[in-house]
């Protein structure tokens, strides 16, 4: 029986465009989406800012170009999930070399179709850490994604979310210190109360901002060990190379999107979750779910996030 040859899938300013939600869609009259952004290179248009969104430079959708044409080939010999998975395993191993984290132990790489949905995600796992409920420790909203506070409580209102303001009513930076205290007195209050603390780390916020400061963190996981998850918002993805490998280091989880400073489509993003964090996740679903098999934890983990 001859095997049924695969559709041509979909052209690639198409594809870089699905499967995220409605900030990404480009209105058909003007060719751009809300951002301001369009899904093919187009230099002469102004972004709107950095921080934001900005269009796909052509470098990268020359790649994305490419790619499309090697799975469409790859799909003439090889069933779909194969061609599926092989593509994921050979991203991931493409940006954590990029990233330069060969001397770590290699941390899981789950993709997802923006930052604010890393946020979610990243939660979401924290949530199954605590048994008494889970505090989120993050910048005042100005300074971060616009969507991110309303991703962290999603699927489960009852997730207590504080803010700390980085700047005064006029604008002012406060001080670091005085930033840092207050985080401080946050999560030890809570932690207190028997919670489960997840910091959220920006670096950098919208205005060019590291709050708390990294001296912060460290004291703060000190402190509170296993009742405190971490995830860095390096989402403008200007982290360096060695402040993202000591973030791992420190079994920091760490949010990237390919958008805004590298020049990727909007929207395009992925969450590095440090070997020693992915052991202990997947722990936490088998106790959760005694008749699962270690496997099938695993078939879990990479249906749901990948």
Not at 80 to 108: F, I, K, M
Not at 224 to 239: E, T
Request: hydrophobic share 45%; proline share 5%.
């Amino acid at each position: 029986m001859l095997r049924q040859l695969p559709l041509p899938i979909a052209a690639t300013e198409r594809l870089l465009v699905e499967g995220g939600d409605g900030r990404i869609a480009i209105d058909k009259v003007s060719g751009v989406n809300r951002y301001g952004c369009s899904a093919t290179p187009y230099p002469e248009l102004l972004s709107y800012a950095s921080a934001t969104a900005t269009t796909i430079s052509p470098a990268a959708y020359a790649a994305a170009d490419a790619l499309r044409t090697q799975i469409q080939q790859a799909l003439l010999q090889h069933p779909a999930e194969s061609v599926h998975t092989t593509q994921l395993q050979r991203l991931r191993a493409e940006l954590l070399s990029l990233c330069e984290l060969q001397a770590l132990p290699a941390p899981e790489v789950v993709f997802a179709a923006s930052g604010t949905d890393l946020h979610h995600i990243a939660t979401q796992l924290a949530v199954a850490a605590g048994t008494h409920g889970l505090m989120v420790l993050m910048v005042d909203q100005e300074e971060t994604g616009s969507g991110v506070y309303a991703s962290i409580t999603y699927a489960d209102p009852e997730i207590e979310v504080v803010t700390v303001a980085l700047r005064e009513p006029d604008g002012t930076a406060r001080h670091a210190a005085e930033i840092d205290a207050e985080f401080l007195n946050l999560a030890t209050s809570a932690h207190a109360l028997g919670k489960h603390v997840l910091l959220i780390q920006t670096d950098v916020s919208k205005t060019g901002m590291i709050a708390p400061s990294y001296v912060c963190s460290a004291r703060m996981s000190q402190s509170l060990g296993n009742d405190l998850d971490v995830l860095i918002d390096a989402c403008q993805f200007r982290i360096s190379p060695q402040t993202l490998r000591a973030c791992l280091a420190h079994g920091y989880n760490v949010a990237l999107t390919g958008s805004k400073f590298v020049g990727g489509p909007s929207f395009s993003g992925a969450l590095l979750i440090p070997a020693q964090n992915a052991a202990r996740i997947r722990e936490r679903y088998a106790r959760a779910t005694p008749p699962l098999t270690a496997t099938q934890a695993e078939d879990i983990w990479q249906a749901r996030y990948t």
